[in-house]
């Protein structure tokens, strides 16, 4: 099992970045993609969530109306689409996938983890 996450770089305040995550390695169907974001120091923190089957869709309130999660279930691959950035969303973005039965966003809820890649705003 292997979920790849890729997109991440240096963007002014206000920009845009897409962060994709590629899962392989079995099927996602029963399963939740989420992205969490880590800053030095501190707990992993929720971001967004999608159902694999159905696409509902959860953010946190920081994000809500900037990021926009997403998936493709033809490429297994899940985005994040990042706009209006500030640089409080500074951070390691990390793709995951865990249980699509319940909402939840806790890290440590989720059985799989990319690699992570990071994000900084400046600005």
């Known amino acids: 099992v292997q979920l790849q996450a890729c997109g991440g770089g240096l963007v002014q305040a206000g920009g845009s970045l897409r962060l994709s995550c590629a899962a392989a390695?079995?099927?996602?169907?029963?399963?939740?993609m989420a992205w969490f974001r880590q800053t030095p120091g501190k707990e992993r923190q929720f971001v967004a969530r999608?159902?694999?089957?159905?696409?509902?869709?959860n953010y946190a309130d920081s994000v809500k109306g900037r990021f926009t999660i997403s998936r493709d279930n033809a490429k297994n691959t899940v985005y994040l689409q990042m706009n209006s950035l500030k640089p409080e969303d500074t951070a390691v973005y990390y793709c995951?996938?865990?249980?699509?039965?319940?909402?939840?966003?806790?890290?440590?809820?989720?059985?799989?983890w990319g690699q992570g890649t990071q994000v900084t705003v400046s600005s």
């Open positions: 999608i159902r694999w089957t159905g696409g509902s869709t």
């Open positions: 390695g079995r099927t996602w169907s029963s399963y939740a």
């Open positions: 995951a996938a865990g249980p699509a039965i319940s909402v939840v966003v806790t890290p440590k809820s989720y059985d799989y």
